[in-house]
C-alpha cells in the first residue's frame, strides 16, 4: 500500500554538524510529499512540501528533494542548532487522500 | 499562532468514565482529522472528516466516535475510557477540497492518561 518508510533514531548529533534523515516512500503514483516536525509537548508543523518530482522543499534551512528515480525524500540541513532537537517525520498522500506518517525520526543536538 | 485548539492539554481520568475531547479550528478547513499518537511517537489516523456530517473511520480500529455538526469543531468521545486508551490524541483540519494534497494543520494535541 502506500506507505513512507523513514530512518530509525535518534539521531544524535553535535551543534554545527550536517544532519541527513532519510526517506522513501512506495512508488504508487506521484504523490505530493512532506517533512512535519514535533518539538516537545506540541503537534506537529509543517516543515517542508515537494508536490513532483525534482521540487525541492526548504525551510528555515532545512531542504529536501523529491527524487523520483529512487523514490526517496531525504531531509537535509548543512548546519544544525540544539533548537532543533524534535521529532522529524515524513509523510505522503495516500491514493485515498489521506495523509500517512513515517514512524517518526527523534533528532538530539547538543551543544 | 494557534489556528486549531484542542482542550485540555492533559487529561487524567479513571477507568470507565466518559470523556470528550474537543478540537475547533478557525481556518474553515472541509477536512478534519485524528491521530492518535503511541508513546514510541508512531501517529495512527482513527477518524476523518470531509466536511459537515460526515465521518469516516480510519486505518487504526478505536472505541472512540467523532461527529461533525459544525465545520470548525470536531469532537472526539470516549464513551467508557479504559487503561489502554492512554496516549496523545491529535487533530488536525486541511483545505483539502480547494487544494488537493493540501498540509494538515495540526492541535498541540491532548495527552489522556485513563488509570
Known amino acids: 500500500g502506500d506507505s513512507v518508510t523513514q530512518m530509525e533514531g535518534p539521531v544524535t548529533l553535535s551543534e554545527e554538524a550536517f544532519l541527513t534523515i532519510n526517506c522513501t516512500y512506495t512508488?504508487?503514483?506521484?504523490?505530493?510529499l512532506f517533512w512535519y516536525v514535533q518539538y516537545p509537548g506540541e503537534g506537529l508543523q509543517l516543515l517542508l512540501k515537494?508536490?513532483?518530482?525534482?521540487d525541492k522543499g526548504s525551510n528555515k534551512g532545512f531542504e529536501a528533494t523529491y527524487r523520483k528515480e529512487t523514490t526517496s525524500f531525504h531531509l537535509e540541513k548543512g548546519s544544525v542548532q540544539v533548537s532543533d532537537s524534535a521529532v522529524y517525520f515524513c509523510a505522503r498522500y495516500t491514493g485515498f487522500q489521506k495523509l500517512v506518517f513515517g514512524t517518526g525520526t527523534r533528532l538530539l543536538v547538543s551543544p | 499562532e494557534a489556528d486549531i485548539y484542542q482542550t485540555p492539554r492533559y487529561l487524567v481520568i479513571g477507568t470507565g468514565k466518559k470523556i470528550t475531547l474537543e478540537c475547533s479550528q478557525t481556518?474553515?478547513?472541509?477536512?478534519m482529522y485524528w491521530y492518535q499518537q503511541d508513546p514510541g511517537m508512531e501517529l495512527h489516523l482513527i477518524h476523518y472528516s470531509y466536511g459537515v456530517n460526515s465521518t469516516e473511520k480510519g486505518d487504526l480500529s478505536s472505541e472512540s466516535t467523532v461527529s461533525r455538526i459544525r465545520t470548525e469543531h470536531f469532537p472526539l468521545t470516549l464513551e467508557s475510557a479504559r487503561p489502554s486508551h492512554t496516549s496523545q490524541y491529535l487533530c488536525?483540519?486541511?483545505?483539502?477540497?480547494?487544494?488537493?494534497?493540501?498540509?494538515?494543520?495540526f492541535g498541540n494535541g491532548t495527552r489522556l492518561t485513563v488509570t
Open positions: 515537494a508536490t513532483k518530482a525534482d
Open positions: 481556518m474553515g478547513h472541509d477536512k
Open positions: 488536525a483540519s486541511s483545505d483539502g477540497v480547494r487544494v488537493i494534497n493540501s498540509p494538515l494543520h
Open positions: 512508488a504508487t503514483g506521484y504523490p505530493s
